[in-house]
């Protein structure tokens, strides 16, 4: 069975369009099953009836004009049910239809299972016998797991086989407007022409092969990589004024890489020990590639993109393919399988209007680029068909996650007139840059950003942050073959510290371990989202928390702008341990004859358990910020980045409220500040919320700061209360952010979370 599915399915991938596909269903599973009819029904385009599409038995005369509403037929029944329908004698059930023009009035045995895709009945497959008996239980559950495997395969060849009928649309044939559904990855809305990029060198295609002259492989090898720094210096120049400085140093961090020694010096020991240069190249990126892939941090393990994007143009000079020159038409949106952040920046700047993407979420890099260009995205759209969209007209709603594909006139209109609205809505709020963050009634909410990957920090003044509240130190630790020494640490951080002083800076402790490997410390665990990590590993090896802390304390010297963070705490001896070493990392300093003060100390709430135990972590520590990211997906038991899960998570879900109101209120009682980094301190509708507990600060992407300082200045902390008072005996996070969608629109923000103004 496992053989007759696989080949099934590979058919099914590989047709033109949905006709095609279908016809391929029918035959293959009728000869699979041995029976007498094979058929298939799908929903029309206003969901209304289910349409006989495909047959193999039944008279092809009848393919189209068949069509049964779930109240009607043993096809409805099967779709209203949304389970299997096995009869014996299918004339007699009373919800049999007969169609004279279908020619099935010889079938008696009748089996039917639903095509459910995205939760939704989406159709039904269905064999029929001459005889009067019921399927056995294994052609029951063959075809449940055919129609199961196939519901992703049909939805593709269905969107594929729309655009094979661009330019067909007849009053008999009208064009279908449904859209295509993916990830919200950057608000605003894009109309363009799709430019379809991929990748040109297949590394993982690479066979491993014996070389005799070493020096001639470690020769081509080392050209290949001047050859990949010098795009990369290139690309780096054309976005050096249009970015702001922390995601304009992801240029610098692909040189960190290219010039690092976990890459191209293991590149080189590879070619050294007997492998010609493509072989060993493949061996390196993969090994990164793994490293990045386990890890858990959702904005790290996205950077396997990165790695592997590094790989390929490496090779593709190593192969000598010329990378030609791809033709961007006015209003490019960019569609692929898997976009990297250098494909979106070869992209002149001036005709990228957004972004499509089948792989991928919202902390995906080239969507966190796309939002700090302010161009639309949306990620993780899984029926895209990708290999048939260019050239061709598209929409992209990033507020949504729809895609429409050659859309209809009156829909391609009105999204027009709401692009118009965008472009007033972004000049209003730049009015807002020099303008203070404070409620109706006064009240300040200082507003940080998080960043991540800088090797060069500059003040980013433009943006109105002031100052940064989430900055992650991992980076320097996994571009080495060991762990950097004081020195090094010490430069990186005063250069962050210096950048923003006197504003905050917030430094997060060393977080990796378990699904964040090191390749010059490799664990290996069975279970690494829930193991030896962050605080954990720092605690059991204190010589590297040791060499951290100092290295942070000496940066700060003269400058006194220094809070340190916590990750992953989740009991009390944790927080007790750390600030032991801390303390005493500080005693040695001041014993040293160093200047320096003792800063700041708190501790990162993700885990349940932190939530649980936020009055004792309070009383010890000067702040507490919350980590919504991993709270989120730890509450919920989602991984976001998981396209088949990734709708179940969302921020406002009510557990996730009440636990962030339970820390509130146990840091209030000790007198503590909370703050609130990841995605839900940049979402408007959650900032409402935020805001009415009582949060002291927000930390989000540069690029939501005007959209979430909108929000603060146009409510009080008085009517922001009132609103939490509401959602808090909400039982469904739909209706949560429903609510919350319409206080933000009567309030006049409607824009921040819709297309137009």
Known sequence: MLDTLRRLIEEVNLARNLEQALEIIVRRVKQAMQVDVCSVYLTDQDNEYYVLKATDGLNQSSVGKVRLSQERGLVGLVAKRAEPVNLDNAPEHPRFCYFPESGEEPYHAFLGVPIIHHRKVVGVLVVQQHGTEKFDENSVTFLITIAAQLAGAIAHAEASGEVDLIGQVTPDHPHDSRPISGLPGAPGVAIGTAKVVYTLADIDAVPDRRVDDVAA??????????????????????????????????????????????????????????????GALRQTIQDHERIFREMEDSYMRERVDDVRDLGRRILSHL??????????????????????????AEVPPEKLAGVISVRGSRTSHVAIL???????????????PVSRMDGTEVIADGYSGRVYVAPAHPILEEYRRLVDQEVELSEELKALLELPSETLDGEHIPLYANTGLISDMTPTRESGAEGIGLYRTEFPFMIRQRFPGEDEQRANYRQVLEAFAPRPVVLRTLDVGGDKALPYFPIEEENPFLGWRGIRITLDHPEIFLVQIRAMLLASAGLDNLNILLPMISDVSELIDSLSLIHQAYEELLEEGQAIRMPRIGVMIEVPSAVYQAGNLAKRVDFLSIGTNDLTQYLLAVDRNNSRVAELYDSLHPAVIRAILQVVDSARVHGKPVSVCGEMAGDPAAAILLLGMGIHSLSMSVSSLLRVKWVIRNLSQERASEILSEVLVMENVHEIRHYLNECLEEAGMGGLIRAGK
């Open 217 to 278: 492989e470690i020769e081509a090898f080392n050209a290949a990589l001047e050859a990949v720094k010098k795009d990369i210096k290139n690309l780096s120049a054309q976005f050096v004024d249009k970015l702001p400085a922390e995601d304009h140093a992801l240029f610098d961090v692909y040189m960190l890489m290219l010039d690092s020694d976990s890459l191209a010096g293991q590149t080189r020991q590879r070619i050294e020990g007997g492998n010609w240069a493509q």
């Open 319 to 344: 192969q000598q393919d010329t990378q030609k020159s791809l033709a961007y038409p006015d209003k490019t949106v960019l569609v692929g399988e898997e976009i990297s952040a250098a494909m979106l």
């Open 370 to 384: 796309a939002r700090a260009l302010g161009v639309p995205a949306v990620m993780g759209a899984t029926d895209l």
